[in-house]
Structure formats: C-alpha cells, structure tokens
C-alpha cells in the first residue's frame, strides 16, 4: 500500500476525550472513528488490526475442533422471555420493536438463540458433544461506555457454546477452551492470566476471565506469582494431550478477580511473598453453567439408556474489538504503538526521505515491489513530507520494521533497516534487503 493512496488520518495531538494511552493512540493513528458514544466506525489501519485479531481467534477455534456459525444481530424477544432474561437483563439490552409491533433486540450475547439452533436437530448422545462459534458484533448499553473500543457499546466478539451429555464431559470441553484460549493470545504476544471468576448460584470452579495485567484495567486482580511460570510452551500442547492435568496445574494457584477474590483464601493459599495484587484487562471469559438454559428452554437430549435430559452447556467469549485496545495498552512507548508481528496491520514501513529525487524514488519503487512479492505486507511513505513528520507518524503507527531510504541510498546503495521495538538500526545494502526482511519476519 502506498500511503499517498491511503486514508490515514493521523493527528498530531491527543484528543482530549481520550483518558487511556490506547484509546489516545487509536484516535491519534487514525484507526477509528467515534460515530456515537461507545460506538466506532473501522478506518482502514484499525480495521487490518481488528482482522488480524479475528483471524486469530478463527484459526485457533478452528484448529480446537469448534465450527463456525454465523448468527444474526437481531434476535426475537421470545427465546429471551424463555429463558426469563428478557426482564433480567435490563437497560443494557437494546429493545426494539418492527412494524409488526413484535419485540426484538439487538443481540448483547447469545446464549438462547443458540440453544435455539441447537434443540431443533440435537436429540441424542450419539451427536454430543457439539461445539459452536461465531464472531458478531454485540451491542450493549452500558452505563459508561469509556477508554474507546475497551467498554464499548458496540463491540465484536468471539462467542463460542459447548454442548455437553453430563458434567464431565463438560469439563473436558471446558478444558478445551482454556487451553484454546492461551494458545489464541500467545500468538498475539500477550501474556493472558486465567483467573477464577464467579460462579454464581451455578457453582463450581468452571468459570475463568482470562486477564492481562495492565494499569489501565478495570479489573482487580489478585494472584500467586507463580502462576505466571504456567503454560511457557503452551503452542506445544496438543488437544489429544491430557489437558484436566495442565488445567489443574493452573488452577493449583490462587488467582481470582475482584468478584471472586477473598482475602482470607488469599492469604491462606498464598505465602505472602508471593501474593501479587494489580489491575488488569479483561481479554476473555469461559463458562460451564450446565443446564441454566438448556432446562428452560428445554433443549433436552437422550442418554445411552434411552433417559431425556437437559443438555449441559457453556459459553466462551473473546473480546476481539477490546484486544485492539488491550495490545496498545500493553504493547506502545512514548512514540507511538509497537505492534506484535501477528496483529500488525502491516509488517514493514518503507520511509523514503527523498522523495524528489528520482534515484531515491526508483530505490524504493524497487523495494516496495520485491517486499511485496514476499507477500508481506508493507505500507510504503511515498509522500513529500519532512524527515520528522514521516519518522513520527511510522513510530505512531507502530510497524515492526522500517526500511528507511536517505542520502546514502543515493551515494553508496545502502538503507536503514529499524526495529520498532529495540529502536536498533543497521545499514544494509539495498540487493540484500528482500533476504533480511524474509529473515526476520518468517
Ligand atoms: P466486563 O466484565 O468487562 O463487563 P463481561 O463479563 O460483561 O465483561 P462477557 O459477557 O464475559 O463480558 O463477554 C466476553 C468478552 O467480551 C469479555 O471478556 C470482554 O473481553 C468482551 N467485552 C464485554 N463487554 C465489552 C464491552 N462493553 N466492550 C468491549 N468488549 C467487551
Ligand atoms: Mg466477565
């Protein structure tokens, strides 16, 4: 892409509206647009990220066995009144009415319509378990939507729903997810804390959020510091292996937020040394609630001895918009935000400094077209602009790698190769730069 082609409509000074460094830097880039409170419009550099994100998420639910399905925003009041949280749910729900006069609503989560889906063809154990994704925008009302795409009210997430013969099986679905979900954010280049959350009335200890420390989180975290040796090679583990046992190795340590925590525990199980407190972001929540719905709803199955039963059920959310934020949040310095290779809406950033001077502009010409039959993929500043409004607006926008064309391109075939994050720089001769760059991004 080049940039005199592309919108980018990246501002100089942080929008007063902004409170957190994410949802500054989100504006300052030009990733989003804010259309209402709580609600954003996609420009094409957030828009990249945000799909990244999402292929990520897919593939990783895809290669966990879950199949994709793709349900609709709108969903019929009835499946809500079903299952009694049509009153339940409150002002955050979106209601609306179509010319019909019937109640809809703009789908917060979608728990009833896919046990919907799922008890009109599921009858028996025979076709159990079945695991079932999609990724949709959500909307929720809530009470103070802030810190941009973070508490949205708009927001896309990656839903996922097991459906279980009995609580064992159950837990080996839930399993299944947790160990999903540390493979999906590892391969953003987070380092995400399963911690115990509440239950509620369901009981049981089969409900994580799935947390990255971070300042700016909403939530209260508290955890034994050993936790965070857990899962160093999780991309190794495979879904044949024993996973109650890795699982277990997790929840050996104390690890809760703030619904969940309780400070006697807390000190019971942790030797105080180890005691860690701190705020974090909530990335992703897993849930085995067993027949809340399925017993209202009646979305029943027939055993091995022919016995009806409600079916058991979780649900297993990712917050693919609020990861945008969480990266930055996690992942920028005082120049701008540093992507993670996976997740970075293009791999290198191609700086030519002359651009008046044909040589120079032949040079990068020339490096543009052979990164780009790399199939990798490149933003290429072909503007006239100064040295320093190209150099900061490529640091704001974060690309792992810039390749920087000057005066010693012209003078002596070389270029700069930059990394984002380490700031260290190296010349190179301009022949060798395809060789590099496939070095260091595969
Ligand atoms: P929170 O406690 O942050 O309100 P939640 O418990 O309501 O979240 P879930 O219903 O478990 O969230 O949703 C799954 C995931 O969706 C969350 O882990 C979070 O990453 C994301 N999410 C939830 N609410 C929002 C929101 N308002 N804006 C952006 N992402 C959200
Ligand atoms: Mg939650």
Redesign the pocket.
């Known amino acids: 892409m080049k940039l005199s082609n592309y919108f980018l409509p990246v501002l100089k000074e942080s929008p007063s509206e902004a409170e957190i460094v994410s949802h500054k830097l989100m504006l300052r880039a030009g990733m989003i647009s804010q259309s209402s409170s ?1 609600i954003y419009s996609w420009l094409p550099l957030g828009l990249r990220v945000l799909k990244k994100i999402e292929n990520i998420v897919r593939e990783e639910q895809d290669k966990a066995g879950v199949n994709e399905i793709l349900m609709s925003t709108i969903q019929p009041a009835d499946l809500w009144k079903e299952s009694g949280r049509y009153e339940d749910y409150g002002k955050e729900m979106l209601r609306i009415k179509d010319r019909q006069e019937r109640d809809m609503l703009y789908g ?2 979608n728990e009833e319509q896919v046990t919907d889906i799922f008890r009109r063809s599921i009858k028996s154990y025979k076709e159990l378990p079945q695991l079932l994704y999609h990724i949709q925008w ?1 909307f ?1 009302d ?1 009470l103070r ?1 802030r810190f941009g ?5 708009e ?1 896309l ?1 990656k ?1 996922a729903y097991s459906f279980d013969l009995n609580l064992e099986s159950s837990e080996s679905s839930y399993n299944k997810f947790f160990v999903c979900y540390l493979k999906t954010f590892e391969r953003m280049g987070l380092k995400a804390i399963p911690m115990a959350a509440d239950t509620g009335p369901i009981g049981g200890d089969m409900s994580h ?2 947390i990255i420390i971070s300042k700016t989180g ?2 209260e975290i508290y955890f034994d510091k050993n936790i965070l040796d857990q899962g160093e090679k999780i991309s190794e583990i495979g879904y044949e292996d024993n996973l109650s046992t890795f699982v277990q190795n997790f929840k050996n340590y104390y690890s809760a937020s703030d619904e969940k925590y309780d400070q006697k525990e807390f000190d019971q199980n942790v030797n105080k040394d180890f005691q860690m407190t701190s705020k974090g ?5 897993i ?1 085995s609630f067993g027949t809340k719905y399925s017993e209202s709803m009646r979305a029943n199955v027939l055993d091995g001895n022919g016995k009806e039963g409600p079916v058991f059920m979780g ?1 297993y ?3 693919i ?3 945008v934020g969480a990266i930055i949040e996690y992942s920028h310095d005082e120049k701008g935000i540093i992507w993670p290779n996976e997740v970075a809406p293009f791999q290198v950033g191609l700086i030519n400094l002359k651009s008046n001077d044909d040589k120079a502009k032949k040079i990068a010409d020339e490096i543009y077209s052979s990164v780009l039959s790399l199939n990798i993929e490149i933003l290429y500043d072909d503007k006239s602009d100064n040295a320093g409004v190209k150099f900061s607006r490529m640091d704001l926008i974060g690309l792992p790698f810039q390749i920087i064309i000057g005066n010693k391109a012209i003078s002596d075939n070389l270029v700069e190769i930059k990394n984002r994050k380490t700031g260290e720089a190296s010349e190179i001769k301009i022949d060798s730069i395809s060789d590099k760059i496939k070095e260091l991004i595969f």
């Open positions: 709580g917060p989560t959500k929720r809530e939507p795409v973070m508490r949205g009210r927001f997430m839903d959020e799935f909403e939530s972001i909530e990335v992703g929540h849930f649900s959310g990712i917050g918009s609020r990861l």
